[in-house]
């Protein structure tokens, strides 16, 4: 078992006084038999009225609401986790999905089916080509392995790019330049597991490693592909890696743009500036 410190800081400045309109916050890991949290708190100012829910894809979700005008908006999130994925190729696929191509059962495409359906290919679709240099139909191989070899296949050909500015690169975008974030990987990852017929999520979460090009401290994203047998097993192009002890989940999400870790609005003066620190510090 691993235990880490989670501080995630949000500045937002406003050009001038602004009315607050309700906030989202996506910032509280996910638990389950993999991670524990052992304290969390959630520091805003100005005062914010905090209402907890789950949402569909089972993530825990605030909603904060304001009565105070203000000209900053500051979100501190701090979490001691306890992670346990130490060993994150100990696991099973059922025997009819060990190799590739497989079928999901019918009760699990009626729960998949979400995410397996990624955008429509058209005739001058790049993704098709791409996935094709990956595996081609014929070829025997088991299903881990050729999702290793695509993980591994995304990191070692595109080049990471440091992107500040929000939203994410569709696959055929992130083909045609070569590079991405993490998320941009992520997504590229996602959508041609789904193009081979596997169903995938989108994940945001915190990296835990050294500062890099590819962790600065920020958060992170990776993809999920469901393995009947073993569940959802996340892979991370970014760095090349199966997910394991270092990597922790926040939210998941059939689409990338659906999770952001802070998203709302105000009403007042246009123009904001952002600042976002994050801070994943492993303790004894």
Known sequence: MQRYKIL?????????????????????PREGHELRIESSSLDITP??????????????????????????????SEAIIQQFNEAPLDFLVAPYAINYPFAYTPEERVLLAPYLNGAAPVASDPL?????????????IQTYALLKRLCTHIHQTLTYQLREEPGVQTAAETLARGSGSCRDSANL????????????RFVSGYLHAPPSTVNYGATHAWAEVFLPGAGWKGFDPSIGQIVG?????IAVARLPESVPPVSGSFVGPPGANLDVGVWVTELD
Request: without cysteine; proline residues 5%; glycine residues 4%.
């Open 8 to 28: 995630h800081r949000t500045y937002y400045n406003f050009s001038g006084l602004v009315r607050l309109q309700p906030h989202t916050l996506r910032l509280r």
């Open 47 to 76: 005062t914010a009225t905090l209402r907890w829910h789950r949402d569909a894809e089972d993530n825990s979700v605030a909603i904060a609401t304001f009565d105070t005008p203000t000209s900053q908006l500051v979100i501190e």
């Open 128 to 140: 098709t080509p791409w996935v094709a240099n990956v595996w081609q139909p014929g070829e025997a």
């Open 189 to 200: 990852f996602m959508q041609a597991a789904r193009r081979l017929g596997l169903a995938a």
């Open 245 to 249: 002890s270092s990597h922790i989940a």
